[in-house]
């Protein structure tokens, strides 16, 4: 090949690129969401109506930059967290993992925010459930704002 349709080519996978970056969205805090898998924090709670039942989220206080974040998960019966964590929606932050500590209540976690400069910071708590030890339920979503 020459240089010219090298050089074409290049243009040509740069340009669709970015065309299917555009149509990329991640969702957002303030986004419609869809009620069985998703919930916008609200005076620290939140609720899914999933197709395993009722699942209630409760931040035992607001969240804030690195301070400790208690989080409750109220659950049907029989069924527990299978693993958790939070990450930025606004801004890469990694994912912070939610701590269950052994002998203690099984759907109590624990964590921290990193600390961020923007000054509304989106974040998103995503978690699933199992029952027993089978795995049920693809990630469950709750969408929050921090603000500095």
Not at 77 to 84: K, R, T
Not at 105 to 134: D, V, Y
Request: aromatic share 10%; proline share 3%.
């Amino acid at each position: 090949m020459n240089k010219k349709t090298i050089s074409g080519l290049v243009i040509l996978a740069t340009f669709l690129c970015l065309v299917l970056l555009s149509e990329y969205k991640q969702v957002g805090v303030n986004d419609v969401l869809n009620r069985d898998s998703a919930c916008r924090l609200q005076s620290n709670q939140c609720e899914i109506t999933s197709k395993y039942g009722a699942i209630s989220i409760n931040f035992k206080q607001m969240p804030i930059s690195e301070e400790m974040l208690s989080i409750v998960f109220s659950l049907p019966s029989g069924y527990q967290i299978n693993s958790a964590h939070i990450e930025g929606v606004n801004m890469y932050m990694g994912r912070t993992p939610v701590m269950f500590e052994q002998g203690k209540k099984i759907n109590e976690g624990t964590t921290f925010l990193g600390s961020c400069n923007i000054e509304e910071m989106q974040w998103q708590l995503q978690f699933t459930i199992k029952k027993g030890e089978e795995f049920v339920s693809s990630p469950f979503s709750v969408f929050f704002i921090t603000r500095n």
